[in-house]
């Protein structure tokens, strides 16, 4: 066998329809309550918020739904991604493992992000919306809506997180280029960004403060709608075309995964991928061991609790059942910022809580070094929050090396690295620390969940 595999799709093969998982869990998702009555909430209480079909989306049990032709035309340039074969990563570890990566770091902003971002603008086109708000954390999201939006004629703001605003000038520089706005947060140009600013002036901001100031934003003009890019149902739906293809592609490569990993921010990149070989198994196809892997110091889904709470700092999204440290945690600062959220998406929190999924854990030193290692193999630099996934890999495959078990290990390259050099350049230089969360804070903020009748 050479040592360059790669299973790739013709363009017919980009799927046409996405795969919504609620379909096939046993058990529905848990309400999303009003944040003011605590009542559940209907399509109308989104409605200023996202466009009618993303709403639908958002509550629907559909098995299928259709992926429209403009949208589709739009993935084609990137899509089906490559699913590789690691061999050269195989051989330095010398593990019978079978490794196999998703790469998702081909698409225009060198991740999955795209997939999302491409269809939440078209559906705000579709329905006359000009201008869109939005947060970021290290950037990619608000660069994968730039891109949308100059694809799309549409107006983009995006709320980037203060501390990645000044470490990551490429990624602001990129959405300016797609004709976006982008302001560091918190801001004044909101009230919820004056506020944190009035009690702490140096705050570095976190992504439930940026939400806060987007969904502001967005409800003061008619003509403005937001958009996130984890989390929720509809984005978690839109990534599943990473999963469908890569079960395809399994097929050419005559292998299915043992084992599927992915690294959890909000969950969207993870869910892409797991999704569609957790829906085999529960219609029952074959079993997959699937892991979620996040940082140490933001572990929400190993640390937190599965309640109710808020997805933004000022408490104006709704109640979501989901693993939270809290809307009032802050982590300390990591390389992976796209990683840097307190909550999971209800749907990957849900899937954890009820077995289909175990999460882990990791600190940042010890992903960078896995990313080195897959790097000097492979070829391509994963971006740092990849690098949580790529570790697991790693120890997985040197797992199957101690017990002499050959495993077949799929995991999500969700991005490359290509505009996080400094991060890099901080890890080479021994500037990159593992930092700890304080015990204390995450306390305090998990005893401040809002309380709501089972
Ligand atoms: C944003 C991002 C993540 C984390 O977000 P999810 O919604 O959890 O996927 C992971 N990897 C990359 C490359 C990202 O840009």
């Given at each position: 066998?050479?040592?360059?595999?790669?299973?790739?799709?013709?363009?017919?093969?980009?799927?046409?329809?996405?795969?919504?998982?609620?379909?096939?869990?046993?058990?529905?998702?848990?309400?999303?309550?009003?944040?003011?009555?605590?009542?559940?909430?209907?399509?109308?209480?989104?409605?200023?918020?996202?466009?009618?079909?993303?709403?639908?989306?958002?509550?629907?049990?559909?098995?299928?739904?259709?992926?429209?032709?403009?949208?589709?035309?739009?993935?084609?340039?990137?899509?089906?991604?490559?699913?590789?074969?690691?061999?050269?990563?195989?051989?330095?570890?010398?593990?019978?493992?079978?490794?196999?990566?998703?790469?998702?770091?081909?698409?225009?902003?060198?991740?999955?992000?795209?997939?999302?971002?491409?269809?939440?603008?078209?559906?705000?086109?579709?329905?006359?919306?000009?201008?869109?708000?939005?947060?970021?954390?290290?950037?990619?999201?608000?660069?994968?809506?730039?891109?949308?939006?100059?694809?799309?004629?549409?107006?983009?703001?995006?709320?980037?997180?203060?501390?990645?605003?000044?470490?990551?000038?490429?990624?602001?520089?990129?959405?300016?280029?797609?004709?976006?706005?982008?302001?560091?947060?918190?801001?004044?140009?909101?009230?919820?960004?004056?506020?944190?600013?009035?009690?702490?002036?140096?705050?570095?901001?976190?992504?439930?403060?940026?939400?806060?100031?987007?969904?502001?934003?967005?409800?003061?003009?008619?003509?403005?709608?937001?958009?996130?890019?984890?989390?929720?149902?509809?984005?978690?739906?839109?990534?599943?075309?990473?999963?469908?293809?890569?079960?395809?592609?399994?097929?050419?490569?005559?292998?299915?995964?043992?084992?599927?990993?992915?690294?959890t921010?909000?969950g969207?990149?993870?869910?892409?991928?797991?999704?569609?070989?957790?829906?085999?198994?529960?219609?029952?196809?074959?079993?997959?061991?699937?892991?979620a892997?996040e940082?140490?110091?933001?572990p929400t889904l190993t640390k937190g609790r599965y309640a109710?709470d808020?997805?933004?700092?000022?408490?104006?999204?709704?109640?979501?059942k989901m693993h939270t440290l809290?809307?009032?945690?802050?982590?300390?600062?990591?390389?992976?910022?796209?990683?840097?959220?307190h909550g999971m998406a209800p749907?990957v929190s849900q899937?954890v809580a009820?077995?289909?999924?175990?999460a882990?854990?990791?600190?940042?030193?010890?992903?960078?070094?896995?990313?080195?290692?897959?790097?000097?193999?492979?070829?391509?630099?994963?971006?740092?929050?990849?690098?949580?996934?790529?570790?697991?890999?790693?120890?997985?495959?040197?797992?199957?090396?101690?017990?002499?078990?050959?495993?077949?290990?799929?995991?999500?390259?969700?991005?490359?690295?290509?505009?996080?050099?400094?991060?890099?350049?901080?890890?080479?230089?021994?500037?990159?620390?593992?930092?700890?969360?304080?015990?204390?804070?995450?306390?305090?903020?998990?005893?401040?969940?809002?309380?709501?009748?089972?």
């Amino acid at each position: 066998m050479s040592d360059t595999v790669k299973y790739l799709l013709s363009e017919e093969d980009l799927p046409k329809q996405w795969y919504n998982i609620v379909a096939d869990l046993p058990n529905p998702p848990a309400a999303v309550l009003h944040p003011a009555t605590g009542q559940p909430i209907g399509p109308a209480d989104l409605a200023p918020l996202f466009p009618m079909a993303v709403i639908q989306q958002e509550v629907s049990s559909e098995r299928y739904i259709d992926i429209p032709k403009p949208v589709r035309d739009i993935l084609r340039q990137w899509r089906p991604s490559p699913l590789y074969r690691a061999r050269r990563l195989e051989r330095a570890l010398d593990t019978p493992a079978r490794i196999y990566y998703k790469y998702e770091g081909v698409s225009p902003a060198g991740s999955h992000k795209p997939n999302t971002a491409i269809a939440q603008a078209f559906y705000s086109k579709q329905e006359g919306v000009r201008r869109i708000t939005t947060e970021t954390g290290a950037g990619q999201w608000g660069s994968s809506l730039s891109l949308a939006g100059a694809l799309f004629g549409l107006e983009i703001e995006v709320f980037m997180v203060k501390v990645s605003y000044h470490q990551k000038p490429y990624r602001r520089a990129f959405m300016e280029s797609f004709g976006a706005t982008c302001i560091a947060s918190p801001s004044d140009m909101t009230e919820a960004g004056r506020a944190v600013l009035q009690a702490n002036p140096d705050h570095t901001g976190s992504l439930g403060i940026a939400i806060s100031e987007a969904v502001e934003r967005a409800v003061q003009r008619d003509d403005t709608k937001y958009a996130l890019g984890s989390v929720l149902n509809h984005v978690l739906l839109h990534q599943t075309v990473i999963g469908i293809e890569a079960l395809r592609q399994f097929e050419l490569a005559n292998d299915y995964p043992d084992i599927v990993i992915g690294c959890t921010g909000g969950g969207s990149n993870f869910a892409g991928i797991a999704f569609p070989f957790i829906g085999e198994q529960l219609r029952g196809g074959r079993k997959v061991e699937v892991i979620a892997t996040e940082p140490a110091n933001c572990p929400t889904l190993t640390k937190g609790r599965y309640a109710y709470d808020f997805g933004d700092t000022a408490h104006l999204t709704p109640l979501v059942k989901m693993h939270t440290l809290g809307a009032t945690f802050v982590p300390p600062g990591f390389h992976a910022g796209g990683l840097r959220y307190h909550g999971m998406a209800p749907l990957v929190s849900q899937i954890v809580a009820e077995g289909y999924a175990t999460a882990r854990a990791y600190h940042q030193l010890e992903c960078f070094e896995a990313g080195v290692q897959f790097g000097r193999a492979e070829g391509i630099l994963p971006a740092p929050e990849s690098n949580h996934a790529v570790r697991c890999a790693i120890d997985e495959a040197l797992r199957c090396k101690r017990e002499g078990t050959p495993r077949t290990i799929l995991f999500n390259l969700s991005g490359h690295g290509n505009f996080d050099m400094q991060a890099y350049t901080d890890y080479f230089a021994g500037k990159l620390y593992d930092t700890e969360y304080s015990p204390e804070a995450l306390q305090k903020s998990l005893d401040s969940l809002p309380s709501v009748a089972a």
